[in-house]
């Protein structure tokens, strides 16, 4: 399992513990605070991300639902609840957000954007900040959708910890070689391409979403900070290290790349212990606890065992990566070996 090292060094910033003095035979345990949407395809991945870090030794606490302080306590990790209001539950939308059902198209993706990732964003930083007045965290990961991390990003930066900003979904910052996420236009560096790319990111930005971008804007002011000088969804640029999970191959191009962003490849999780088969065939009841898992977790990309017949640039958004059982044959038709 690869994960993205965090440790910093301790010129950095002046939080940081491991700047001050430590007898040099007792090397100080990292302090990692994790933040998380409650979504499971938020906070599934930063807890694949939590048990890695768990196991090279580190301290790690996460921020998110109360609902999933068991899955954090499994990992080794120490849960922390954020406020119920900045809580919600995917499956109960339409009930708990009163107006969504009257809502479509770009009018439900304002509502969304704005009642989902910006509205909690004044007690998603209080939490922050409680947590950091009682610890000096070395590093901060933070699911690129938890907008509560904004004013401490927009703030001064000797007063924070490193941030990391960790995004579940596909690269969605602007760039001037690809259209608005969502659209479902291919990229293009042309210059005709260019010129469609910065018209519609104009539209979406200014005029579509431009809801979205006044309330995180009006909010960002009502907690004494300073707006934001980007669009609300490049704001994870804000951060020390934007982290994308995948490898450049499986993204659009874009030339204009920042250079904060880093690809570092999936984060599996580890292989399962005691994992248990039956012996003797399917109709057995014969249990060895002896063998090892055909699920074990592969770290072959689906471009170098089998892939796919569409375009890799298809399905480059979703980070694919094909763990397939040992025993499996492989699927031919629907992909081809190498």
């Keep these: 399992m690869w994960v993205y090292r965090l440790q910093s060094p301790p010129d950095l910033h002046k939080t940081s513990k491991l700047q001050r003095g430590h007898s040099p035979s007792i090397e100080p345990m990292p302090e990692i605070l994790i933040a998380s949407l409650s979504p499971v395809g938020h906070i599934g991945p930063l807890l694949n991300v939590a048990q890695g870090l768990v196991g090279r030794g580190d301290r790690v606490t996460v921020l998110s639902s109360a609902d999933h302080a068991g899955k954090i306590r ?4 120490t849960p922390h609840a954020i406020p119920a209001e900045a809580d919600f539950d995917m499956t109960r939308l339409d009930i708990d957000l009163p107006g969504r059902v009257d809502t479509s198209g770009i009018k439900r993706v304002n509502f969304d954007i704005v009642r989902l990732f910006v509205q909690p964003m004044p ?5 922050l900040s409680e947590l950091m007045a009682r610890t000096q965290y070395d590093a901060v990961i933070v699911d690129a959708g938890f907008f509560g991390i904004l004013p401490f990003l927009l ?3 000797r007063a924070r910890p490193p941030v990391l900003a960790y995004t579940t979904t596909p690269l969605m910052i602007t760039s001037r070689d690809t259209a608005p996420s969502g659209m479902g236009l291919p990229p293009s560096s042309t210059m005709l391409g260019r010129v469609r790319n910065g018209a519609l990111n104009v539209l979406s930005q200014k005029v579509l979403l431009r ?7 009006y909010l960002l002011d009502r907690l004494n900070s300073r707006q934001l000088p980007m669009f ?9 290290r934007y982290i994308s999970p995948t490898v450049p191959e ?3 191009p874009r030339s204009d790349l920042p250079a904060n962003v880093r690809y570092v490849g999936t984060v599996h999780q580890p292989p399962s212990d005691g994992f248990a088969c039956r012996r003797g065939g399917p109709n057995s009841t014969v249990i060895d606890r ?3 898992s055909p699920r074990a977790p592969s770290t072959t990309p689906i471009w170098v065992g089998c892939w796919s017949r569409r375009s890799t640039r298809s399905v480059a958004s979703t980070s694919l990566w094909w763990p397939p059982p040992a025993t499996a044959p492989c699927p031919r038709s629907r992909c081809r070996c190498r």
């Excluded at 007690?123 to 939490?127: L, N, P, T, V, Y």
């Excluded at 809801?211 to 804007?217: G, I």
Aim: proline share 0%; glycine share 8%.
């Design 74 to 77: 499994a990992v080794g990790a």
């Design 123 to 127: 007690h998603q930083a209080r939490a």
């Design 155 to 157: 703030g001064d930066r």
């Design 211 to 217: 809801q979205s971008q006044n309330a995180a804007n």
């Design 232 to 240: 609300i969804l490049d704001s994870g640029l804000l951060a020390d």
């Design 250 to 252: 499986f993204d659009y």
């Design 290 to 292: 002896s063998c090892t």
